[in-house]
């Protein structure tokens, strides 16, 4: 009887700063011998095709030219990808296919593309991001469009620097990180207060491989970024970097917090979290804030604003966060906003922030006055329901 072929483990290597990746993915494959590394050069992308190679330690193994279905980088790379990879476990000759992303491909969906794929025949094992900490900072400050950087994945890719880079330090569980000598203490703060759960690794260390083959559960690292139960950030200070954690019940005013959106969102080179606003009593915001640009949308309804039949609905992680911020007359209505930085004022940002509260008297007349108070939102988010 032929034994049964173990599934093609397929590590996921991400990152903006190219020289780092090369170097993680290079690693890879001269740490595990005969693995081959699949890469779309979305920036060589044209005639509605998008340049792949497949190499191993020793060089370039295949070339190809797969067609864009829709005028979209990351779609071409969806469509290809597994199709490749699917070919390289049919092979059975390869031990391990590291995906290297392009430079502004966020790591999550392509997980979880791979998580969803065939189990047979290819398996996630691990997910990493590069990093060159000396270029940590200025990343993370970049407010330009990508679009301007030449690094757009589609026509209508809005994305900014920032926020692109900031997503692909906090999905993954490993940190592969470099950097010309020893890396500084703050940029290492500033990595370890942003995503405090990842396992670091230096890049050409022993322990590179072993770190980016521990496997990935992509359904709870879906829910560590659900803005309803996402894993922020905690209260921290060290080397000059530090982490603010603003966390009230008691509503938003939504004119007084548009008129400080410039100030709270510059305080910090990074801030996350979710808003109540009182126009809006039932819709949980998210709230995305990178090098300056600030992104905020509905994430649906608090759980308090949903039937109590529906709470068994949500997934679990949902109702514990819920029930962690939950409040007698409000249920988890509340505000929780992380802001991570060097320099951070944490004296006088959460000041700013609690004058936009409601106060005692606007509180007091409750949520049918509350819809009423402002509009400031309204081109952003919509009219209230």
Known sequence: MARKRRPLPVAVVAGMHHDARTAAVEALLHGV???????HDLGGAGNGRVPRTVRDAAGVRDRGRPRMS???????????????????????ACPLAVVELW???????????????????????????????DSLLPFLSCGDDLAEQDLAVAP????????????????????????????????????????ATAHRVRIGSAELVR?????????????????????????????????LVWHRTRPLHPGRLYAALEDVTCAAVRSRGRLWL??????????????????????????????????????????VAAALDWHPRHGDRAQHLTFTGPDLDRDILPRVLDS???????????????????????ALLGAPA
Do not use: K, M, N
Request: include cysteine.
């Open 156 to 195: 209508d890719d809005r994305r900014t620097v920032a926020d692109t880079f900031a997503r692909q330090l906090e999905y993954p569980p490993v940190l592969a990180v470099t950097c010309v000598g020893a890396p500084e203490p703050a940029d290492l703060a500033l990595l370890d207060q942003l995503h």
């Open 278 to 319: 009182a126009d809006r009593p039932d819709a949980l915001l998210s709230w995305d804030a990178s090098g300056g640009a600030l992104c905020i949308e509905h994430a649906g309804p608090w759980l308090a604003a949903l039937p109590e039949a529906a709470w068994e609905l949500e997934p679990a992680a949902r109702r």
């Open 356 to 378: 936009c509260l409601l106060t005692d008297d606007e509180f007091a007349a409750g949520p049918g006055a509350w819809r009423a108070l402002s509009t400031a939102f309204d």
């Open 103 to 133: 430079d502004s491909v966020e790591p999550r969906a392509i997980a979880e593309l791979i998580a969803a794929g065939p189990g047979e025949a290819v398996t996630l094992a691990g997910v990493l991001t590069a990093v060159d900490t």
């Open 211 to 243: 770190a980016a083959l521990t496997g990935v559960d992509v359904d709870a690292a879906a829910a560590r970024h659900h803005p309803a139960c996402a894993l922020l950030p905690q209260e921290a200070e060290e080397h000059g970097v530090a982490t």
């Open 70 to 92: 829709v005028p979209c980088g990351c779609c071409a790379v969806r469509d290809d990808l597994v199709p490749t990879l699917l070919a390289l476990a049919a092979d059975g």
């Open 33 to 39: 011998p005969g693995a081959v590394a699949v890469h």
